[in-house]
Structure formats: structure tokens, C-alpha cells
């Protein structure tokens, strides 16, 4: 039961919204710099695509790209109401996966201690 | 008393799954008694075999819904990992029932490997 | 993003309208003295036009449309010693009222924070479902 596919599903979401939180950190301690674009972390469509496809979820690596709203020399293009409500929205899906992978595992652990 | 397989209609509960196991399992424990006797009087109840044959099939359909159930936890975690899923209650649930129905069809098991042991170990 | 989380996406837009609110009310105070000659028009008022996002069932939040310029034509005001006044002394000043400008202001303040706190309790409430049935 250990090739429950599942549980590398979840541990790749786990790695696209770890980076995705660290891009949130950085554009908001970035929001005074000026020239500074936002920058977006991307990975669910690509691991919706291994999963459906059956490629293993280890292959998909979060995609990080540049906010193209205009910058200037006194601002930077960060909106700070999008990256708080991204980072709100970020933490939970993480508390989600993070349970899901738990609960996988005490699963398999209720059954093993049973036998 | 005549036995019946349990299940076979969908939506039975965990609760009323293990009602019945108990009751299975004390009227099997107690024609096992019955059966004992009549072994001891030389003569073997066909009957009993057939009995325990009903339990062993509904312990199956109950791993087998455990089975099912493991299978939408499983789904539905996938559907949160790829941000698919629509309402966080729906894995939650989901998973909830995974895994109190494993816990209790491993109970179940259990108590019956236990009442079996009991069983062989009594003295002819 | 995650759709399972919906809310707040919703309490976003909220946020970033009232604010875009809030920022052209503070445009609307600052200018509200700027002197222009009659031969232009006067400084205009910003509207935020905001509406509703429907998705056929409970809705998705609300989205800026546009923003609505106020009326050109000013206050005309009589002060022959301005540099910009007119052969008649007039120069043009913003048809903007200080005291409304100022409530609506709260209105988008309350607006705004109102928001903030629905991201909070949505934020309690999917972590108490994360949370359930747990141990």
C-alpha cells in the first residue's frame, strides 16, 4: 500500500505551496523597493496534469513567474491586499494537505497495529 | 437460530455493521457451543459450518467497504493537492469515515480472532 | 490558487475595491482647492463604478467596472487678484463638497475593514474544518 499514489500527490502540492509562500514573503518584505516585480508561484495545473496522465508527481516543479503590472522608481508593482489574501489562502491549503498526508499514514497505521 | 449474510443492500452504517457483527459473532460463539456438544456426542451439526461460512463473508464485506472508503479518502486528497476539490468538509468527512471504519472492522476482527481462540482452547 | 477556499478570494475583491475607493476619495480631498482658468476644465471628482461578480449561484465577489468623472464645469469663483483669474477676475475651482467627500470616506473605511475581519473568521472557520475529527 506504500505505491498509494496519494501521498507523492500531496507531498508535491506541499512543495508548490512552500514556494509559493516564500514568493508571497519576499514580495511583501519587497513592497517599497522600487523596480520590484511580484512574483507568482505556479504548480497545480501542471500536478493536475500528472495525475491525470498517471506521470509520477515528483517530476512537477513549481514555475515562477514575474508580475508585468508597470514598476517605477517610487513603487514597485506589489499589491498588497492579493499577496495577504494569497498568503491566508496559501497557509490553509498547506493545514489541508498536511492533515490529508497524516491522515494517509494513521490509516495504514490503524491496520498494521491491528494484524 | 438461522443467520443472515449481512450487507448486500448499499448505505448500511458502521454503527449497525458492528450491531450486527457482535450479534453474528455471539450466536456463532454459542452454535460453536452447540456444535461442541454434538461433536462430544459423536454427531456434527452441518449446519454450523454453513454459519460460519455467513460471518466470514460478512467480515469480507465489511473490509470491502473499508477498501471503498480508503479508495474516495484517497481521491478526494488528491482533489485538495491539485486545488480541485469544492467544499474542504467533503475530504474531511470522507477521511473521517476511512478511518473509523478501519478502526472498527480491525476491532471487529479482532474480538472475533479472540472468541475463535476462546473456543479452541476449551477442553474436549 | 485553491478554489476550495473561495471566500476569501471574495473578501479580496472587496478589499481591493474599497480601497480603490478610499484611494480615489483621498485624490477627490487632496484636490480640493486646485485652481484651474476658466479657459480649461475644472479639476473632476473621481467615482469608483464598482459591480457585482455573478457566477449563477452565490457569487464571486465584486470587480471595479470604470471610474466615473465628475462634472467639469466646477465652481466658478470670484478672486481678480489669482494669477490664473480671467478677464472677469473668475478662476475655476472643483464642484467637490468637503463634507461629503468626508463621509463617504468612512463609508469606504468601514467598507474596507469590514472585509478584513470576513477574511479572519472565513480563515477560522476552514481551519476548525482542517481540524476536525482529528486524534
Known amino acids: 500500500m506504500f505505491g498509494d499514489a496519494s501521498i507523492d500527490v500531496l507531498s508535491a502540492a506541499l512543495g508548490g505551496l512552500a514556494a509559493r ?90 491496520a498494521a497495529k491491528g494484524a | ?75 478526494k486528497a488528491v482533489q485538495a493537492a491539485t486545488g480541485n476539490l469544492t467544499d474542504i468538509h467533503d475530504y474531511v468527512i470522507t477521511a473521517t469515515k476511512a478511518q473509523t471504519a478501519t478502526e472498527l472492522t480491525t476491532t471487529v476482527r479482532n474480538k472475533a480472532m479472540d472468541a475463535f481462540n476462546e473456543i479452541m482452547r476449551m477442553p474436549l | 490558487m485553491s478554489a476550495v477556499f473561495e471566500a476569501l478570494g471574495i473578501s479580496g475583491s472587496g478589499m481591493e475595491v474599497h480601497q480603490a475607493w478610499m484611494d480615489a476619495i483621498s485624490d477627490n480631498l487632496a484636490n480640493v482647492n486646485t485652481v484651474r482658468p476658466t479657459s480649461q476644465a475644472a479639476f473632476q471628482a473621481r467615482y469608483v463604478v464598482a459591480a457585482g461578480v455573478e457566477d449563477g449561484s452565490t457569487g464571486l465577489g465584486v470587480t471595479e467596472t470604470g471610474i466615473a468623472l465628475g462634472d467639469p464645469n466646477g465652481r466658478l469663483v470670484y478672486s481678480p487678484q489669482h494669477p490664473m483669474a480671467d478677464s472677469k477676475g473668475y478662476v475655476r475651482l472643483p464642484d467637490i463638497d468637503l463634507g461629503e467627500q468626508m463621509s463617504t470616506m468612512i463609508m469606504a473605511q468601514r467598507g474596507y475593514q469590514a472585509n478584513i475581519s470576513n477574511v479572519d473568521r472565513v480563515k477560522e472557520t476552514y481551519q476548525a474544518a482542517i481540524q476536525m475529527g482529528r486524534g
Do not use: C, H, W
Not at chain 1, 522600487?34 to 512537477?60: N, T
Not at chain 1, 516543479?61 to 498568503?87: C, F, K, M, R
Not at chain 2, 457483527?21 to 456434527?44: E, H, K
Open chain 1, 21 to 110: 509562500q516564500r514568493a508571497v514573503s519576499d514580495d511583501i518584505a519587497n513592497v517599497n523597493t522600487p523596480y520590484y516585480r511580484a512574483k507568482s508561484v505556479a504548480f497545480e495545473g501542471e500536478l493536475s496534469q500528472a495525475v491525470a496522465s498517471g506521470a509520477d508527481p515528483a517530476s512537477v516543479t513549481p514555475t515562477v513567474a514575474q508580475s508585468t503590472a508597470p514598476v517605477g522608481l517610487t513603487y514597485s508593482n506589489v499589491d498588497l491586499n492579493a499577496e495577504t489574501i494569497t498568503s491566508v489562502n496559501t497557509q490553509l491549503a498547506y493545514d489541508l494537505a498536511l492533515r490529508a498526508t497524516g491522515d494517509r499514514f494513521s490509516l495504514l497505521r490503524t
Open chain 2, 1 to 75: 437460530m438461522a443467520l443472515s449474510p449481512i450487507g448486500g443492500v448499499g448505505g448500511i452504517g458502521a454503527a449497525q455493521l458492528a450491531q450486527a457483527y457482535r450479534q453474528q459473532a455471539l450466536a456463532a460463539s454459542s452454535a460453536s457451543d452447540a456444535a461442541t456438544r454434538a461433536a462430544a456426542a459423536g454427531s456434527v451439526d452441518a449446519g454450523t459450518a454453513a454459519r460460519g461460512a455467513d460471518f466470514a463473508s460478512a467480515i469480507g464485506q465489511g473490509l470491502q467497504q473499508v477498501q471503498n472508503l480508503d479508495q474516495s479518502a484517497a481521491t
